[in-house]
Each structure stands twice: as structure tokens, then as C-alpha cells.
């Protein structure tokens, strides 16, 4: 049984930083592209970033690239969202997902993320 936990959400200030993460079981982690996505309050889903098997390449979206940073830890089976400058638009559930768009396997619980003073 595919399953993905993602934790490290919270509330921070604006400029602050978190991590979040991805704890993977169920699958052959190494083997598939993984990605982030988020639903703002009231907005659809959003695809965020997503790191590549095939050649380990990470893509975001203009809105978070060169704030936010996707890693993955084939060892401990975790992806990885480091999120820095962090903007009140980015107030957000973010979701971690198994594949790439335009198709997602499987998705996470979610875990939000409140940006506010």
C-alpha cells in the first residue's frame, strides 16, 4: 500500500524559512519522480516543484524558484521542500505527490503551511 506522510508545516513569519517533508513507503521510492503541490484558501491546486528520477533534475514554479529548494533522500525513501523568503501568498496545504503532471499516482494527507505576522 502506497503511503505518504508529509510533516514540518506550520506558521512563520514572513521572510521565515521551513522544511518540509515526505515520508514514503509502500513503492519503489528511487524509482519515481516526486513533486509538491499546494491549494491556497478558496484557490484550486497548484503544482510547486518536482525532482526528477531519470537524471535527479528539480523544476519549480516561477512563483517559488530561487526561494524554495526540492531534494530527495533515496536512502531514508523522504522528498524533501525547503522553503526560504517565505511571502504570505504562499499560505498554503502542500501536498506531496508520487509522479510528475500531468498525472499524479498518489497524493498525501497534506500539511499546512500559514504565512503571517
Known amino acids: 500500500q502506497v503511503r505518504l506522510v508529509e510533516s514540518g508545516g506550520g506558521l512563520v513569519q514572513p521572510g521565515g524559512s521551513l522544511r518540509l ?19 491556497a484558501p478558496g484557490k484550486g491546486l497548484e503544482w510547486v516543484a518536482d525532482i526528477k528520477t531519470q537524471d535527479g533534475n528539480s523544476y519549480y514554479h516561477f512563483a517559488v524558484k530561487g526561494r524554495f529548494t526540492i531534494s530527495r533522500d533515496n536512502a531514508r525513501n523522504t ?3 525547503n522553503m526560504n523568503n517565505l511571502k504570505p501568498e504562499d499560505t498554503a496545504v502542500y501536498y506531496c505527490a508520487r509522479g510528475v503532471l500531468p498525472r499524479f499516482e498518489d497524493w498525501g494527507q497534506g500539511t499546512l503551511v500559514t504565512v503571517s505576522a
Do not use: D, I, K
Open 79 to 81: 522528498v524533501y521542500l
Open 21 to 39: 517533508s515526505c515520508a514514503a513507503s509502500g513503492f519503489a521510492f528511487s524509482g519515481y519522480s516526486m513533486s509538491w503541490v499546494r491549494q
